[in-house]
């Protein structure tokens, strides 16, 4: 089992920037894969980012492409979510997920574990 514990939600303005971390413990191996996925009110949950334990890979969905960087720190278990100029229609709930391997880019159904989730209102 994996446990993850997001950290770094908040009400930040249009424009503005936001850093989301996830911290992971318990079965930890190096080919754990991380991931950051976000559902918006009415709306699927959706990939955003994902990270290779190494750090060695990642992979982001289009629309954040240039705006968020994922990163990990492997002293801490800890993945960032780093999101600049966040726009009014990306207000989510983000969750951290992780799945035991494979590439950094991966549906909700190919996660095996998820974190609480973490709010993100952005103001217009």
């Known amino acids: 089992q994996v446990q993850l514990v997001e950290s770094g939600g908040g009400l930040v303005q249009a424009g503005g920037s936001l850093r989301l971390s996830c911290v992971a413990s318990g079965r930890i191996f190096s080919t754990l894969t991380m991931g950051w996925f976000r559902q918006a009110p009415g709306k699927e949950r959706e990939f955003v980012a994902g990270?290779?334990?190494?750090?060695?890979?990642?992979k982001c969905a289009d629309s954040v492409k240039g705006r968020f960087t994922v990163s990990i720190d492997n002293a801490k278990n800890t993945v960032h979510l780093l999101m600049n100029s966040l726009e009014p229609e990306e207000a989510a709930i983000f969750y951290c997920?992780?799945?035991?391997?494979?590439?950094?880019?991966?549906?909700?159904?190919?996660?095996?574990?998820w974190g609480q989730g973490t709010q993100v209102t952005v103001s217009s």
């Open positions: 990270i290779s334990w190494s750090g060695g890979s990642t």
């Open positions: 997920s992780a799945r035991m391997y494979g590439s950094p880019g991966y549906s909700v159904s190919e996660a095996s574990y």
